[in-house]
């Protein structure tokens, strides 16, 4: 392993000038850049970009759902258009790319002391690649037909059927994005593996790196292993539909018509869709997990509780996940002996899951909780994710999920658990690395009243929708309100969910704008406003100019979590401090008290 | 503190709205109140987890925020705590997971008295069909679906000809008699839904699939479609009558088989034998 003893020197002998590309002109340094910063601000805008649309279809479908007829514009087409867009925007083009693209560029190799991603070329191919798969998708829009309504889903055979809108060219169009996604990921992806392999600075030992990292890392692999499948599904679709196979398509009438296909098993999409769609849940969490780790630990003052613990939570449930896709599927038809298997795959993987929350938690007790913008995003994190993944044990439990499944207690879940709880991370990301990145902090008053109306409102939009689920109502109705057994009071919640839907939309304006105002009026931070210990806040400049550290690359000498270490002089040690006060080994396993 | 009084809330507030809210399920009418029964068990079990974990937080929040001269504890792991815990979850889930595989036992295994129903789906319809006197449902084949076979009935299939069709009309059961219902879909998936039931089960083009139920209450249920089928998706809607025994026999009485209503020939033929 390597000596962590060596003189910060030795680094920079091994490698006497670092190989990078320099821009010479503003169009290779701001546009067509190879700094993994800059590309991190190009995913992160174009996905926030993208998420305002999917924020403004949802209140589009909700204001259908609570005020049937108000807007004329919505038919059931329109509806169906507006749930498949919303839902297909916020899990891949928003989540995936904001958490990997935007966060993994900017803190791989900040946070790992390296100058930049191990292949800057190919990063940059991947963020313009992503560009043009959003622009395919907001394409649909102006074709004819629009954009497709078969669901985020895209269960086949009614997505390339007639009655599905969009059937003319916008599932084409989804088709033909999702694959230049993957495509883009993969060049992304290959380079946040590789990066965290091989270039991690001298005593940035695997078991030292922060969470943030950690969690990045892992869901990098398990996309890079996930998508291929999604990337199959897409082509085989496409051929059906262009070219007349059937690979999802039986024989089936359509329109009082016998359609050409036969032999295909729509079922067999379903298996390949949620063998990616299932990771894609835990390609969304981990880095969330990763980041909030770090976030409480820095914000609480306090080391986080269990290190190597979580880090192997992290390893498990990301092999776990990939043996659990079938839980979407237990009332699919498919052989129902398969439940018995997955029911108990799901169910496991809620232990690890819960190991993390609890360390999260162990992590405030005895802290010292600063309740800063980001901490308080933690904790919103921490409420809303045991609520949603706890919901999961219904929908994981395969005989409850009978009744439950396709009902709006699985929309109530899944929002809470892979839309409330990251979004609410990555808020909490964006307020805590906003500092770095630009060198002024976010306004604090817009912070607390974007926070406390997002959080609560979220939760109430979504704890009460998990009881609409329990009573039957199904997902996915453009009308619900005629169903026998809804008693009319239910179409007030609907009413109420919708208006909080609006305050809680329109409170995301209040956190652009300060996104917007802070980068020229915002309060300067300096390099390390919080105090915290990990390599990006040690850079000589704020923002970091390209290369990230100087001349000299640091050298890590510590875990990321020596806060308030007793005898210290601050409540902080950075990474990239020498010393041995206190004895660290590569995560300290001594028990506090074991040792002076 | 006001974070962690609103925690305190979250919690207070979530228990109490979920027993005193008036949206819960609707009164079963099938014998799944084993389904019933497992989802209060994962509530309780769920439910006291959120609690202590939201109101622990809320503790540390109140008694742990910064303060002047405050210094956080050092203490990077704790083996036997974390040990616990797991030991703690893994009990938890368990509770949750036996029960739940044991009734999915039952829910797949159909008793050998229960008689078959076929529901076939197309947009935006159910229609269904029983298996007349003979017991037996005749063959059917996606391929065959013709404005005079909407079936798909295999017309040289003897089995199918006193098949009892019912169109564009609610299904009647007779109570507390198991029954199994088969899937089947002409067009795309679709998934036959009755709340009251408690169970569902998606139809796929191409394949039959099934679960089974026994009515324990008589009434008339709505169906609804669970999977979406289409921009029609929401208005496929139909009914299930759950009758007393005499109901039903009076009901079947006046349906019309197969053969009388596509296949004037065969009926000669099926009425020689």
């Not at chain 2, 009485?253 to 000669?268: D, F, I, N």
Request: with cysteine.
């Amino acid at each position: 392993m390597v000596d962590a003893t060596h003189g910060p020197d030795a680094h920079a002998a091994e490698f006497p000038d670092v190989e990078l590309y320099h821009p010479r002109s503003w169009w290779t340094r701001y546009v067509f850049s190879q700094d993994a910063k800059v590309i991190a601000i190009q995913y992160a805008s174009t996905a926030l970009a993208i998420g305002m649309l999917a924020l403004v279809l949802s209140w589009l479908m909700r204001m259908q759902l609570a005020f049937p007829g108000f807007l004329t514009f919505i038919d059931a087409a329109a509806y169906y258009q507006f749930i498949t867009m919303h839902g297909m925007i916020m899990v891949i083009y928003l989540i995936t790319a904001l958490f990997l693209g935007g966060f993994g560029n900017y803190l791989i190799p900040l946070m790992l002391g390296a100058r930049d991603m191990v292949f800057p070329y190919v990063n940059m191919l991947s963020y313009w690649t992503y560009l043009l798969a959003v622009l395919v998708l907001v394409a649909s829009w102006f074709t004819p037909g629009g954009p497709t309504g078969a669901g985020w889903t895209l269960y086949p055979p009614q997505a390339i059927l007639s009655n599905t809108p969009g059937q003319e060219s916008g599932i084409v169009l989804m088709l033909v994005s999702l694959i230049l996604f993957v495509i883009g990921f993969t060049m992304g992806g290959l380079n946040y593996i590789v990066t965290v392999l091989q270039g991690r600075t001298r005593g940035m030992t695997l078991m030292r790196m922060p969470l943030t990292v950690w969690g990045i890392f892992i869901a990098t692999v398990m996309a890079m292993l996930a998508f291929p499948a999604l990337f199959v599904a897409c082509v085989m679709m496409l051929f059906d539909k262009l070219l007349g196979t059937s690979f999802f398509m039986p024989a089936l009438v359509e329109m009082g018509e016998l359609l050409p296909h036969d032999g295909g098993s729509p079922i067999l999409f379903q298996h390949l869709f949620w063998f990616f769609g299932h990771p894609e849940v835990y390609i969304v969490a981990l880095p969330a997990f990763g980041i909030v780790s770090d976030l409480i630990s820095t914000h609480a003052r306090k080391n986080i509780f269990g290190y190597r613990m979580m880090v192997w939570a992290i390893v498990i449930i990301g092999a776990l996940s990939f043996v659990v896709w079938a839980h979407h599927m237990y009332v699919s038809g498919m052989n129902p002996y398969f439940g018995f298997f997955f029911a108990v795959t799901t169910l496991i993987i809620a232990v690890p899951t819960a190991i993390k929350v609890y360390n999260w938690v162990l992590t405030l007790w005895r802290g010292d909780i600063h309740l800063n913008p980001p901490m308080l995003f933690a904790l919103a994190f921490i409420v809303t994710f045991v609520n949603g993944g706890l919901t999961g044990l219904f929908l994981g439990n395969v005989v409850v999920d009978v009744p439950l499944s396709d009902t709006m207690f699985v929309v109530a879940h899944f929002h809470m658990v892979m839309g409330v709880a990251p979004i609410l991370v990555i808020f909490g990301a964006i307020y805590h690395w906003y500092p770095k990145i630009t060198g002024r902090m976010l306004d604090n008053t817009m912070a607390h009243l974007h926070f406390w109306v997002t959080f609560l409102g979220a939760y109430l939009i979504f704890f009460p929708m998990h009881y609409l689920g329990i009573m039957g109502v199904p997902r996915r109705y453009f009308e619900s309100g005629d169903i026998s057994f809804q008693p009319p009071s239910a179409h007030d919640l609907n009413i109420f969910i919708t208006v909080m839907a609006l305050i809680v939309g329109a409170a995301q304006l209040v956190f652009v704008f300060n996104l917007i105002w802070s980068i020229r009026h915002g309060k300067p931070s300096g390099g390390n406003p919080w105090r915290a210990t990990t390599l990006e806040w040690q850079t000589p400049e704020t923002p970091p100019v390209h290369g990230n550290f100087g001349r000299e690359l640091p050298v890590v000498y510590r875990w990321a979590y020596d806060y308030s270490v007793p005898g210290a002089a601050e409540d902080f040690i950075p990474q990239n401090q020498p010393g041995t006060n206190p004895p660290h080994s590569e995560a300290p396993r001594k028990r506090k008290g074991t040792k002076p | 503190m006001v974070v962690a009084v609103v925690l305190v809330l979250i919690v207070v507030g979530s228990v109490a709205f979920h027993f005193l809210s008036p949206w819960w399920w609707t009164p079963i009418a099938s014998n799944w109140g084993y389904i019933d029964n497992t989802i209060i068990i994962t509530f309780w079990i769920t439910g006291a987890v959120f609690a202590a974990v939201v109101l622990f937080v809320a503790y540390c929040v109140w008694r742990f925020r910064h303060k002047d001269g405050q210094k956080a504890d050092y203490e990077p792991e704790n083996k036997r705590l974390e040990n616990w815990l797991m030991g703690l979850t893994a009990v938890g889930v368990a509770a949750m997971l036996i029960p739940g595989l044991f009734v999915w036992g039952q829910f797949i295994t159909v008793p050998a008295e229960a008689t078959e129903a076929e529901v076939v789906g197309a947009q935006w319809q159910w229609s269904y069909r029983l298996p007349g006197a003979d017991g037996k449902l005749g063959l059917s084949d996606t391929r065959l679906v013709a404005a005079d076979n909407p079936y798909g009935i295999k017309p040289d299939d003897p089995n199918g000809h006193d098949d009892v069709l019912i169109e564009a009309d609610y299904l009647h059961l007779p109570i507390d008699k198991p029954v199994k219902m088969l899937l089947r879909s002409v067009d795309t998936l679709h998934d036959f839904y009755v709340a009251e039931f408690r169970s569902k089960m998606d139809m796929i083009p191409g394949a039959v699939t099934y679960f089974w139920f026994t009515p324990t209450r008589t009434g008339q249920f709505e169906v609804l479609c669970a999977e979406l089928c289409g921009t029609g998706h929401p208005y496929m809607r139909g009914g299930v009558v759950v009758d007393t025994q005499e109901d039903y026999d009076a009901w079947l009485a006046g349906q019309s088989t197969y053969a009388q209503l596509y296949a004037p020939e065969v009926l000669k033929t099926a009425t020689i034998d």
